[in-house]
């Protein structure tokens, strides 16, 4: 019998790094001007270095699959664990959807052509198959595509940061740096990237689920947490510094993304170098749904397994156990939302999907970090092959931190900060959409706990 593929720490630490990092995530926040650095140091402190601690915690006590779902449901019980597990898994048809439609775009700036309707439709399903594909292999077999995909990213963003620098040397400061530019501002669209911020810094429990691929978890999954979080960190800080030392904040646009800070940098369009980004970064998509794919589907088939989604959700490979069930039904989802995209007049609303998924995503975060206070609180005697140091008071804090950081970000996301007819035009699909989901979770949760009773 031949033996199965086991993780290695190495490769731990790049499945991270290709889970949780976002090579493009730069290039938006650099939007707001200098006072990007203030709100990247704050979020890397007050968010991503807890919450990293909290999941290795969580990760190595409570190790039986379910992940993020096995966590709140142990806290909370079955309901609140279908929640999230509902939560979790309908943003990433969403967002594979909103990644299939870039394939398009890229394809035309490497070919110098500008696709029809028809073929990038074509373009974008089979995207979402291949991935499909791909992600009923076991991630220890496909792990050459996650490590590749990591290391893609870091050579692209640290490629915009040597740019970036390099323009700062021959050009001088794009944005001059004072005091004051370095403060933060707290109006309405600073405030809206903190949920682009914690969007990019999320997905540390992916690799919780991964356990039985790895020869020693309880050891791999702090370390590699750890490890790739502080590797995210410094790129981060990074490629955001040289896009903001080099470019100007007024030629930066809110929605650009990695491929456009490449334009900016080198001032050009096209072009062989261009063109080989492109292809790069379109292999880093790849990585980010494989990567992703694990981790969603095992928590929905572990859910399922308990009865908190729909059956369809358990079902497996006979060979290699994969949730195979998820996947197919992910794949559908994604391939309905891609066909009927050209139908929607609005293009803009369209958009909006990545924009609800982001919202449905962040919403199955939110009780986990009660959640982990709570576990310390009624199963204290656990053993806890990693233990997060500290006071019951700063334990405390270091939970709510995070939980208010993602309301926050929620609330700028899903509910409109004005009236104006533009702002409602932009948010309230997100709003409409985000409530018609947890209604729709409600009615599939109680439905399947029902009849698993």
Known sequence: MEKKRKFRMTDAILTVICVVFVAEAAAPVAAIGNSQY????????????????????LGTTYDNGGGLYDWVTTAYGHKWGGRVSWYYWIN??????????????????????????????????????????????????????????????????IGVGVFGIYGMVTNGLANPITIRNLLPSF????????????????????????????????????????????????????????????????EVSTDSGLIDAFMLLTGKSGGVFISAVAILFLLTLFGNMVSWSTGVHEVAAYAADNGDMPAVFGKRDAKNNMPVGGVMVTAVVASIVVVIA????????FWSFFALNLVMFLLSYVPMFPGFLKLRKTDPDRERPFKVPGSDGFLKVMAIVPMVLI?????????????????????????????????????VTRVSGKKSK
């Open 92 to 157: 990433f048809p969403l967002w594979m959807a909103s990644l299939a439609v870039m394939f398009p775009e890229m394809i035309g700036i490497i070919t110098g052509k500008e696709l029809g309707t028809v073929p990038s439709i074509i373009i974008e399903l089979a995207f979402v198959w291949v991935v499909t594909l791909i992600a009923r292999t076991p991630t220890a077999d496909a792990v050459w595509i996650l490590n590749g995909a990591a290391v893609i990213k870091v050579v692209l963003a």
């Open 187 to 250: 109006d309405v669209d600073s405030l809206s990237y903190i949920s682009v911020i914690i969007f990019n810094m999320l997905g540390f429990e992916v690799i919780c689920t991964m356990s039985e691929d790895m020869e020693n978890p309880k050891k791999q999954i702090p370390q590699a947490i750890v490890i790739g979080g502080l590797i995210i960190a410094i790129i981060y800080m990074f490629s955001a510094f040289g896009i903001g030392a080099a470019i100007p904040t007024s």
């Open 38 to 57: 203030f709100w990247w140091i704050f979020m890397i402190i007050l968010f991503l270095l807890p919450y990293g601690l909290i999941s290795s915690e």
């Open 407 to 443: 309301i926050v970000a929620l609330i700028f996301t899903a509910i409109p900060m004005s009236l104006d007819s533009e702002t409602l035009s932009a948010t309230l699909p997100i709003t409409i959409g985000a409530v018609i989901f947890i209604i729709l979770g409600e009615i």
């Open 342 to 349: 050209p139908l929607i007049p609005n293009e803009d609303l």
